[in-house]
Nanobody, 125 residues
Framework: QVQLVESGGGLVRAGGSLRLSCARSARTFGWLAMGWFRQAPEKEREFVAC????????YYADSVKGRFTISRDNAKSTMYLQMNSLKPEDTAVYYC??????????????????WGQGTQVTVSS
């Protein structure tokens, strides 16, 4: 069983930066693709970014392209989301997730087997 634990959320002013981390409990699952989602109050959960098992492929939602960068360090069993130029509309609970492929993460969120508990990001104007 894979457990995912997010950290790094907090309160930041618009234009600021935060770096989220997602630690994976099992080193042996380094072959999983991983991604970030977010859910704002009264909105549906949405895809943010994902990365292939070896970091060779990355995908982003249009709303975060050019501002967010996803990366991973399999030696540390950790994935990151560097968020720059934050906007109030980025305010949400951010979740990390893992799946078999980046295609699954981008297109089939409901079937992802592993999720973290979420970390709150609040961007003030």
């Amino acid at each position: 069983q894979v457990q995912l634990v997010e950290s790094g959320g907090g309160l930041v002013r618009a234009g600021g930066s935060l770096r989220l981390s997602c630690a994976r409990s099992a080193r042996t699952f380094g072959w999983l693709a991983m991604g970030w989602f977010r859910q704002a109050p009264e909105k549906e959960r949405e895809f943010v970014a994902c990365i292939s098992w070896n970091g060779g492929d990355t995908y982003y939602a249009d709303s975060v392209k050019g501002r967010f960068t996803i990366s991973r360090d399999n030696a540390k069993s950790t994935m990151y989301l560097q968020m720059n130029s934050l906007k109030p509309e980025d305010t949400a609970v951010y979740y990390c997730a893992a799946g078999l492929t980046t295609t699954q993460i981008v297109s089939d969120m409901q079937t992802l087997p592993y999720w973290g508990q979420g970390t709150q990001v609040t961007v003030s104007s």
